[in-house]
């Protein structure tokens, strides 16, 4: 664990807040949702309550054993 | 595919199980498939649909209809009368967003979204205004929880590709409620039947009870024989009666009369009550007005009648006695214009009872009978709830319409459609909460009931299922009793006999047999109609003496319990009647039986009985034809059509009595009524999973139930989208080689929960003594036994009074650029990326919460600050965040739900078990290339210690192994059945075996893998069904050398979540102190736990600080020792409940020199 714990600065908050959005998923209709944080959270297309978080597009590499 | 699959029209299908349409069917060997037709009719889990359906859409409506009328007090003229009573379907209820309320809802989005499967109850009202009738309809009342695939449930017909739509597993049994996301099941409670007398006997005498169970209120009467002297007895009443004045008090009725109703014409019974008429004389009662007279002083004031006299005059004795007999005792039989001689009988019957019972013990009743038995379902449980609670409403309601008339100047008329809502929120309210908790509390009945529902176990599809057919019995589980425990003879069908817990709950919770069904009410008024027209000769009880009633072959038709009719020719009746139900004219679940003891026909039409369909047999030939079951082949009818003309029928307990029941068509004879559609139905869902069960040890399959509920499978086919707190599933699962028809049936087939290892029974590296077991690592490696944990961390951002929310931060960044290490796996929205390795103490969830929660009166803003909240992984093995789902709820805060993945390869200590009760851990994984191979290069996956299985028993086991090997060898899988008292396999798999190559009893030549030389015995190897239990090193592992304290007693925390020590408890002490190991004690006791110096003064005992004495105000005697402050702690807590304390303290080693011992105040001193 690097480094102590900070308490959070509301400063890099507000970076993040705007116009950050985060792709989504529609449990229902699979559509991408853009989502801004304190959005309702709603599939635009269906309508949809139920999102799920996109998977990282990141490398992942399990250890197959 | 038919329209409706639910996964029995492969069983159903004309080519099932290599069968052809044109191939010949044989009625003995065929009628197993009557089976699959009843199970989609009845069974299992359908009991809970049934009784929910049959509260939603008639108990409901009549509960509602008793009490219909809401009439003032205050104004004569108004009343509001509710009509009807409609139960929608489930729709969303969010708060806020109106564009989704009333939207319909699938159950799936209840389980994500934490919500309530609940649908809207509609009410028609009507009352008057301005002398015209005003209907209102379609008024929603309140929210009522569906149960899923009831009739009120979008689940209920839907087929396959319908449920995939919903996300749902078609397998799925249903027959559970969703209360904030979290499946609910009310278990099946057991209890002795209502309305029914029971006698019994115990060292005080002959007692014969009754249970009165009305709409109104629930009590218990008694008729005792207590010396000699027959009382009745009640909670109302402050003293026992005698029973004559009871009976005189009916009124109408002469000594003689008296006599004759309840002894008839037998002078031994007659000489028993004429001492009981003593007791009448003694208390000078002679007439109807005295015996009144006398009950009414002792009825007792308040309780149950307080409400009624409150406010008006005191009412004279006889009323009150009048009152008592008329509403209080033996409330279930209802007195029609002033008519007592119906309840007159009732009390003679009793009385007889009594009588009887004390001249012959066999005529005590068993309570553990289980035609003596009642179930109560989720339905009646409801039922009794939603009748409180509509009770209450109305009651508001009322009180809400006085109010308004009270007032001196209305403005407008009065209109109770808005109020209906409102007041119609406690009832929703006092449901779901009554399911969340379990708690069910009837305060009519003085019921409070704790533990009704249960979380539906989601470890394995068995477990799920399992629970729905599991009875919780009323019996307290502390009394030592073995009678409702054992296994009694009139369970056999109707409940399955191996599937019980052991310990505690032994025999107390039962499980439901796979054919059995619970009846629901079926009324009385067809079968009261059709009794006096059935047989000529039937008498109306009413009408009769007592003389009639008691004459020799005089039988009493009773109707659930109550006496209704009279007959002299018994048997043609019941004939009769049976032939009425076969035919359909009374419901097919109307029991009746003769009971020769007593002369009487029980007719039971009530809710809660236990029965099971039988194959009816005449003049010793079934009426099951092969052209019945080609017509059930060919789909064209189904099991109730089997009901409706006469080829089966139910029977209840009771009734099975009076049957006579041949277990094949073998045994048939002339005097056999009735024939078993299939033996292995003896046994219930889970026992069903085990391959020739009756080949192995009872206790053995016992174990198995238990066991089978703990292994690793497929739980759902919607297994991977609901978001379980906790889920375990095999990678790879595999249906079983042998199975049975009970497997096909509940599909485990379809979600098995293990592996068909290859098993050598031999003994090998001594790692596999005391049933540990022997792994191929290759096996591993190729995926034996892997499995996967799903693990659930959900947060609800909760919303404060201060108008403030939680919130989701960003993660923190650190000098280099790059989140915080503990933060590693966030995405700037605050919650994990999906996808990425997740480790211990890392955040998943970082929530912020307010500083400021409080609301602010004054209207300042508080603070602007959050506090981190985050939620941490735990666990020390990293997981994969798997999924991330974000929602709201009902309440419209925002839900976070994360789930992350393990994948797992077992490891030494990780639990298996075969299907016979046989557990084992892994105690040593070996290379393959040191493994026994056979000549046909056959390396096993697991090694078992022979040893085993002499003590343990398990046939089924050997033949198990033996049938599934034949069915490998020979490609043919309609080989590998293994059912209940079906088949003795050896010959015909010997056979095959040898056919295609192998030794007949499935030993074989194996090499050493070690040494390389051939084993000196053939090896006995096959495959057998291996479950992995729940159970695994890696969830129990623990250690700790120093760690966390508990803050008050310093003590090492407790358990391995707490990171907590081992406790060296008090046998553990007890054997130390014995050995003398006093150094090793104290180290345990106090250097490695609590060890304190505390400061003590020798002179007043008590503790000082700082070597300071407060009490002797001053140093000179304070000295310093080392103590438990778990001792500290007690010494100061008596102190603070002004006890006190003193501590002598002597030098248990004085120094050699007489000096002044040495401390560290001695120096002070000096």
């Known amino acids: 664990m690097s480094g102590t714990y900070q308490p959070p600065n509301t400063s890099s908050r507000d970076d993040i807040k705007e116009g950050n959005v985060i792709y989504y998923t529609c449990g229902d209709c699979a559509v991408r949702v853009p989502l801004e944080p304190s959005a309702p959270i709603r599939c635009q297309k269906c309508g949809a309550r139920v999102l799920y978080k996109e998977r990282t597009k990141r490398m992942v590499q399990f250890e197959a054993r | ?1166």
């Open chain 2, 1 to 1166: 595919m038919g329209a409706n699959d639910d996964g029995f029209e492969a069983l159903l299908e004309p080519f099932y199980n290599g069968k052809k349409l044109t191939d010949p069917i044989s009625t003995k060997e065929d009628k197993y498939q009557l089976l699959p037709a009843f199970l989609k009719v009845k069974g299992l889990v359908k009991q809970h649909i049934d009784s929910y359906n049959y509260f939603v859409e008639e108990d409901i409506k009549k509960i509602v209809q008793s009490n219909r009328m809401i009439r003032s007090d205050q104004d004569p003229n108004f009343w509001i009368e509710i009509t009807d009573i409609r139960v929608g379907m489930p729709t969303r209820d969010d708060a806020n967003e109106l564009r989704d309320a009333g939207k319909h809802v699938t159950p799936q989005e209840c389980r994500l979204r934490d919500l309530n499967y609940s649908a809207p109850v509609f009410i028609d009202i009507a009352y008057p205004r301005d002398r015209m009738r005003v209907v209102r309809k379609n008024l929603a009342l309140c929210r009522m929880p569906v149960m899923l695939k009831s009739s009120k449930c979008y689940l209920s017909g839907a087929n396959n590709r319908k449920m995939q739509e919903m996300q749902e597993c078609p397998l799925d049994p249903g027959g559970y409620f969703i209360v904030g996301g979290t499946e609910k099941v009310i278990l099946i409670q057991e209890q002795l039947s209502k309305n029914r007398v029971i006698v019994e006997k115990d060292d005080k005498g002959v007692t014969a009870s009754v249970t009165s169970s009305t709409h109104e209120r629930k009590s218990k009467t008694y008729v005792a024989l207590r010396k000699d002297r027959i009382v009745l007895q009640h909670n109302i009443l402050m003293e026992p009666i005698p029973i004559i004045i009871v009976l005189k008090a009916f009124g109408g009725m002469s000594d003689y009369d008296i006599m004759e109703l309840v002894a008839g014409g037998d002078t031994v019974y007659q000489d028993d009550l004429l001492m009981s008429f003593d007791e009448a004389t003694k208390a000078g009662v002679y007439t109807q007005q005295q015996a009144l007279e006398y009950i009414g002083l002792r009825v007792k004031m308040g309780g149950a009648r307080k409400g009624r006299t409150f406010g008006g005059p005191r009412r004279n004795p006889i009323d009150d006695g009048l009152d008592a007999l008329t509403n209080l005792i033996i409330a279930h039989i209802t007195i029609k214009d002033s008519d007592f001689y119906p309840k007159a009988i009732y009390i003679a019957m009793m009385v007889r009872r009594v009588l009887m019972a004390s001249h012959n013990e066999k005529l005590v009743d068993d309570r553990d009978f289980v035609g003596n038995k009642r179930l109560e379902l989720a339905g009646q449980l409801l039922s009794l709830l939603f009748e409180d609670l509509f009770k209450g409403f109305v009651a508001t309601l009322k009180q809400q319409m006085e109010y308004f008339f009270k007032r001196p100047n209305r403005t407008a008329a009065y209109d109770p459609t808005g109020s209906i809502g409102v007041n119609g929120r406690g009832i929703t309210q006092g449901l779901t909460r009554a399911i969340q908790s379990g708690n069910w509390t009837v305060k009519r009945f003085g019921m409070a009931r704790a533990g009704v529902t249960h979380v539906l176990s989601r470890l394995s599809y068995i477990a799920a299922l399992g629970m729905m057919t599991r009875i919780s019995s009323q019996f307290e589980k502390t009394r030592k009793v073995s009678g409702p425990r054992a296994l009694q003879p009139s369970q056999w069908g109707m409940l399955c006999t191996s599937d019980t817990p052991e310990g505690e709950a032994c025999g107390l919770v039962k499980n439901l047999a796979l054919m059995t069904h619970i009846t629901t009410e079926a009324g009385t008024d067809a079968v009261e109609e059709l009794i006096p027209n059935l047989i000529s000769g039937v008498e109306r009880i009413q009408t009769q003496t007592g003389t009639e009633m008691h004459k020799e072959g005089s039988y009493i038709i009773h109707v659930n319990g109550t006496p209704y009719a009279l007959t002299r020719r018994p048997e043609a009746f019941a004939k009769a009647f049976k032939q009425k139900r076969r035919s359909g004219c009374v419901s097919a679940f109307v029991g009746i039986h003769i009971n020769q003891h007593f002369s009487a026909i029980h007719i039971a039409t009530d809710e809660g009985r236990i029965c099971r369909p039988y194959i009816i047999v005449t003049n010793g030939k079934s009426t099951l034809k092969a052209e019945h079951l080609r017509l059930l082949q060919l789909g064209k009818v189904g099991f109730e059509d089997f009901l409706r003309n006469g080829v089966i029928e139910y029977l209840d307990v009771n009734e099975e009595n009076d049957a006579l029941i041949a277990i094949s068509e073998d045994d048939i004879t002339p005097a056999h009524t009735h024939m078993e559609i299939e033996p292995f139905t003896i046994l219930g869902a889970v026992a069903g999973l085990i391959p020739f069960p009756h080949h192995n040890q009872s206790p053995r399959n016992t174990y198995q139930c238990a066991m089978g509920k703990q292994a690793i499978g497929a739980i759902a086919y919607n297994q991977f989208n609901r978001i379980d707190t906790l889920l375990y599933t095999s990678l790879y699962p595999q249906r079983p080689m042998v199975i049975t028809k009970t497997i096909q049936l509940i599909h485990y087939d379809k979600l098995p929960a293990g592996q068909n290892a290859t098993v050598v029974v031999m003994s090998y590296s001594g790692y596999d003594i005391e049933d540990a077991l022997v792994l191929n690592k290759a096996s591993l490696d190729r995926g034996f036994g892997a499995c996967q944990v799903f693990r659930k961390y959900s947060v609800e951002m909760q919303k404060y009074r201060s108008g403030r929310k939680d919130r989701l931060g960003g993660p923190m960044i650190g000098e280099d650029g790059k989140p915080i290490a503990k933060h590693r796996c966030l995405d700037k929205d605050g919650l994990a990326i999906v996808g990425s390795k997740i480790c211990q103490g890392e955040t998943m969830i970082l929530r912020e919460t307010p500083v400021d929660q409080e609301a602010h009166v004054d209207g300042s803003r508080g603070s602007d600050e959050y506090r981190p909240a985050p939620v941490n992984y735990r666990i020390a093995d990293p997981a994969i965040i798997d999924k991330v789902m974000i929602s709201d709820t009902e309440r419209n805060s925002q839900i976070i739900k994360v789930q992350t993945r393990q994948t797992r390869r077992p490891e030494l200590g990780d639990k298996f078990s075969s299907r016979h009760g046989q557990k084992g851990v892994v105690g040593t994984i070996v290379e393959h290339e040191d493994m026994p191979f056979s000549d046909t290069g056959l390396v096993p996956d697991i090694i078992m210690n022979p040893h085993g299985f002499p003590s343990r028993m398990t046939v089924g086991k050997l033949f198990e192994c033996l049938t599934g090997k034949a069915a490998v060898v020979s490609g043919h899988r309609e080989l590998g059945f293994g059912d209940a008292f079906r088949s003795h396999p050896v010959e015909e798999m010997g056979r095959t075996l040898i056919e295609n190559g192998f030794e007949w009893g499935g030993k074989d030549y194996f090499t050493s893998g070690i040494t390389g030389e051939p084993h000196e015995a053939y090896l006995f190897n096959g495959p057998i069904f291996y479950q992995r239990l729940k159970h695994m090193v890696q969830d129990k592992m623990h250690s700790r050398s120093r760690g966390p304290r508990a803050v008050l007693t310093r003590q090492p925390t407790e358990g391995r979540s707490r990171d907590g020590g081992l406790r060296l408890g008090e046998m553990e002490r007890d054997c130390l102190i014995a050995y003398g190991a006093s150094q090793l004690l104290l180290e345990r006791l106090m250097i490695s736990s609590d060890a304190t110096q505390v400061d003590i003064c020798e002179q007043c005992g008590q503790l000082g600080y700082k070597g300071y004495c407060q009490t002797c105000k001053g140093h000179g005697k304070v000295t310093k020792m080392t103590m438990p402050y778990a001792a500290k702690l007690l010494v100061q807590e008596l102190i603070s409940m002004n006890v006190g304390v003193r501590m002598q303290i002597e030098d248990k080693f004085p120094d050699p020199e007489p000096a002044l011992p040495m401390r560290p105040k001695k120096s002070v001193h000096a």
